[in-house]
């Protein structure tokens, strides 16, 4: 504004420049090509579905085949397919529904959306009971690891029960985290079962369980702590220094050397899993002193 001058734009000159064209004659002497990707223009796909009836020679009824669920009402596919990624990436009903308008043209309701992610969901539950089963196979997944978190449903907090193994990951929504539900996300499942050795995990009753790394390492510094031992790392290979008088806590001290002494062994790096770690029983110390099992809740005695 003129009363504000400081606030005015600079004025700048404008220009253009122009390639100077130089006469040429006969084929090129050589060119120059790099690939380009782009989107294709949104358009869409609008088809009939022709279902051929036939009548029965023997009864007289008509009869035709069934119709397969991606081609069942007014969308095909691959627009259900679409929807239900977008979906799953988190992208709510009603930006999905601008989306379509705005670069298709194609105007949806929120309520077909939603069937539309429901009959994709609906479609895939052989697949899931396939990963389901396949998580739970010991032959097929001797080592999985499980883990659970909050998750809000209709504004309810529920449960994600998650399992995860090389070659697949399973989700179970349960609207609890107790030992009733950790023995239906994991019910059969005979082989080892690392976890952060939440109680509940106690209800997987066939399992071999083995805590995991990162809260194995939180627990030795917990322990550490309250015996006035400066914390190490998982593995670290100084011994014990101790920040305050007492009577050194024995059992601990060699129950931490035997962990930290496996880890090292098995060639543990970065925090990951050493493939030498299930070889054999992990030592634990229970209420009575050390013995050979599975880690799960260790405790020190007194």
């Not at 279902?51 to 009824?61: F, I, L, M």
């Not at 429901?118 to 999985?144: I, Q, W």
């Not at 399992?207 to 702590?225: C, G, I, T």
Request: glycine share 12%; charged share 20%; net charge negative.
């Amino acid at each position: 504004t003129p009363s504000h001058p400081q606030l005015l734009r600079l004025e700048c000159s404008r220009w253009r420049t122009a390639p100077t064209v130089l006469p040429v004659s006969g084929a090129p002497c050589d060119s120059s090509s790099h690939p380009l990707t782009d989107l294709p223009e949104g358009s869409l796909e609008i088809y009939d579905v022709t279902v051929n009836r036939y009548k029965c020679s023997g009864c007289g009824r008509r009869v035709h085949a069934p119709v397969p669920e991606g081609y069942r009402g007014e969308f095909g596919p691959r627009l259900k397919t679409f929807v239900a990624t977008l979906r799953a990436q988190g992208m709510s009903v009603e930006k999905i529904a601008e989306l379509l308008m705005t670069v298709y043209r194609l105007e949806v309701s929120v309520a077909s959306l939603l069937a539309m992610e429901e009959g994709v969901a609906e479609s895939l539950d052989g697949t899931y009971l396939e990963l389901r089963e396949e998580m739970t196979d010991a032959a097929r997944t001797p080592h999985a690891q499980g883990d659970e978190t909050s998750m809000p449903v209709n504004g309810v907090t529920e449960w994600v029960w998650v399992g995860t193994s090389p070659s697949a990951t399973v989700y179970r929504i349960q609207e609890g985290r107790g030992g009733d539900e950790a023995a239906a996300m994991w019910a059969g499942y005979q082989g080892t079962l690392t976890h952060d050795g939440l109680d509940s995990y106690n209800g997987v009753t066939e399992a071999v369980h083995q805590m995991d790394l990162v809260h194995v390492n939180r627990w030795l510094h917990k322990v550490e702590a309250s015996h006035g031992i400066e914390t190490r790392g998982l593995l670290s290979g100084r011994g014990p220094k101790f920040r305050r008088a007492g009577r050194p806590p024995k059992e601990f001290l060699s129950f931490a050397a035997g962990i930290r002494d496996r880890l090292a062994a098995g060639g543990a790096v970065g925090g990951r899993a050493p493939g030498g770690l299930g070889a054999g029983p992990i030592p634990t110390i229970r209420e009575g002193g050390p013995v050979d099992g599975p880690v799960l809740e260790p405790t020190v005695a007194g």
